[in-house]
């Protein structure tokens, strides 16, 4: 995070602006790369044991077919629809679009995932962004232009790869045993086909807002939104990563019975809430001098953004945690029609509020999707209320 705001010092909001379109634009092309099978492996891994090689590697063989497909389509679509104001855009785009394809291949951290050893993608993260970072700093320290920094982002995700390999190497044996299923490739796509779908709509009412911010106020716009935004989104990987390490716990649950299962659910969510809660407070104190301290003059622009923005990280927290629980009971299109409903709102509210309140407005919008997504769907559908409740329940501290 603090490279990242010394990375927006030096761009300044118009070229900062530029490569967080970049990323925003490929991130609409990605879940097409994961094939939305994460969720999918990691269930897959619990209830088959001793057969790892076999899973992993049939998801390893998906997804770099995916993540090919999707490299070609990106570099088409820029090189037709990106605007041409600023030239270095497309080559943004090419890069960050490269990095795409080296996280696809990540299998390994799914495999962690699945045996609560997250300390090891922890690992493989950690080395890999000190040296993308000392990159960074090294390329502002000879003012290298906005298109070296694209460059360090997809040395990031190789290096990331490459540790996980080498870490699954050293723990779980050769690469070479991993193999492939064709049946169990269907199995997994029939699967997580709606995944694919609900993946492209939570980038769509997560990322849309940057693009369109571009397309209809400039890059500079970009800039002083996605400053707020960095703020607000480091807050995410805390309900991501409860999520993540406790879901093989809330799948042993399902065996134990309905009840164990939403009780831990709902102490998840209610630890969600707690944590969201403290952020808010720090947030609304604080997020003048937040953002100055962070980012300086040129983005304080962003602080009436980063107050309203904040209000999603609740929402958030309660997508992962309830995106689990769908995934747990396969109601896979289900999940679908919640983001679509939130994918869709999001691209409404943005045309009507960013023409007239800029980064504010898009700010707005992004938390209405969230909430009716994340919350309100809950209450609209039979199978889902009792989830609404919990939601409810966890807003008020009330664990079960």
């Known amino acids: 995070m603090v490279v990242g705001i010394y990375v927006a010092r030096y761009l300044g909001p118009k070229r900062f ?76 785009v090419c890069w960050v679009s490269l990095g795409v394809f080296f996280d696809a291949l990540g299998v390994f951290d799914l495999y962690n995932q699945a045996a609560v050893k997250m300390k090891y993608s922890s690992v493989s993260s950690v080395i890999a ?54 049946t169990l490739a269907l199995d997994m ?46 807050w995410y990987f805390i309900p991501v990563l409860l999520s993540q390490s406790l879901f093989p716990a809330i799948v042993s649950a399902k065996k134990i019975g309905e009840d164990e299962c939403r009780s831990r659910i709902n102490r998840l969510l209610v630890s969600v809430v707690v944590f969201s809660y403290m952020v808010f407070v720090i947030v609304f104190l604080f997020g003048d001098e937040i953002m100055f301290f962070a980012f300086g003059g040129e983005y304080l622009g962003a602080v009436a953004i980063l107050r309203i923005h904040i209000i999603a990280l609740i929402f958030v927290g309660f997508g992962v945690v309830s995106g689990k629980w769908l995934l747990v009971e396969n109601y896979t299109r289900l999940a679908f029609w919640r983001t679509f409903t939130g994918g869709v709102l999001n691209v409404v509210a943005n045309l ?49």
Not at 133 to 155: E, H, N, P, Q, R
């Open 129 to 182: 962004c000190v040296v993308s970072s000392c990159l960074k700093i090294y390329l502002i320290f000879v003012s290298a232009g906005v298109v070296w920094f694209a460059i360090a982002d997809a040395i990031y995700r190789f290096i990331r790869l490459l540790s996980l390999g080498l870490i699954y190497r050293l723990f779980r044996g050769l690469l070479n045993r991993l193999t492939f299923s064709a």
């Open 352 to 400: 009507f509020l960013i023409p007239l309140y800029g980064g504010v407005g898009a700010a707005w919008a992004t938390v209405v999707s969230y909430a009716v997504a994340a919350y309100l769907f809950d209450a609209m559908v039979s199978s889902m209320r009792w989830m609404f409740v919990s939601k409810t329940r966890s807003l008020l501290l009330m664990a079960r």
């Open 17 to 92: 602006g530029s490569l967080n379109f970049a990323a925003s634009f490929v991130a609409l092309f990605a879940p097409l790369a994961q094939l939305g099978l994460d969720g999918i492996v990691v269930r897959e891994l619990v209830n088959r044991p001793k057969e790892h090689d076999l899973v992993l590697g049939t998801a390893l063989w998906l997804r770099a077919a995916g993540a090919f497909f999707v490299v070609t389509v990106v570099g088409l679509v820029a090189w037709l629809i990106v605007p041409g104001n600023y030239g270095y855009e497309f080559a943004l």
């Open 189 to 234: 796509l029939s699967d997580s086909w709606p995944l694919v779908l609900s993946s492209v709509a939570v980038v769509i009412y997560m990322k849309i807002d940057q693009v369109m911010l571009r397309y209809m106020l400039g890059p500079a716009e970009v800039g002083i939104y996605a400053a707020a935004v960095k703020i607000s989104e480091v």
